[in-house]
């Protein structure tokens, strides 16, 4: 009697490995960058779409591959990020039971553009560190201004607090 329980218990676990082992699905995928490399080391994160609670990450290998085994059937977000940086994220990624998706990343590449006008612009002059004076902003014109020769693409110019300070007072001599 007490073998035949153990021998229905094994056949029982048996069952239930090969279910799970067939209901099981497999996303995977390449990623390339615009000139048709592939990405080595790309993060590739999976979510639930429901919960949005981050399940796993794998990394591509040098082929630019990656795959992620013995996931669930139902609904993800997968999301691609290069060099820390999210490139793509598709939000509803369908897995079917015990199928393989392929789901491949191909870049594009996109030109940087900034666009310069000409004239006044308003800087936010933040308060000083220690003060309760409140922040204001500053007209600043293009031509004699430190901030239309430093600034970057994303207009962000970085200079010293003293600089400020004296840039700010230059400008306002009343504020002594």
Do not use: C
């Not at 153990?6 to 239930?16: A, E, N, P």
């Not at 308003?122 to 901030?147: N, Q, Y």
Request: without cysteine.
């Amino acid at each position: 009697m007490f073998m035949k329980s153990i021998w229905t218990g094994f056949i029982g676990v048996m069952l239930f490995v090969a279910s799970a082992s067939a209901a099981s699905s497999v996303l995977q995928g390449i990623v390339k960058d615009a000139k048709g490399h592939p990405i080595q080391g790309a993060d590739i994160r999976i979510e639930a779409t429901n919960t949005g609670r981050l399940l796993r990450t794998v990394k591509t290998n040098v082929n630019g591959r990656y795959s992620l085994e013995a996931l669930t059937a139902g609904k993800y977000r997968v999301t691609l990020v290069v060099n820390g940086a999210v490139k793509a994220s598709i939000n509803n990624t369908t897995l079917e039971p015990g199928e393989s998706t392929q789901l491949n990343f191909e870049l594009k590449q996109t030109r940087a553009s900034v666009t310069v006008t000409k004239g006044k612009h308003w800087v936010w002059i933040p308060p000083f560190t220690g003060s309760r004076l409140p922040g204001r902003w500053m007209e600043v014109g293009d031509s004699s201004s430190w901030a239309a020769e430093n600034a970057t693409a994303n207009n962000i110019v970085r200079i010293s607090g003293e600089e400020l300070a004296r840039e700010v007072h230059s400008r306002n001599p009343g504020d002594r």
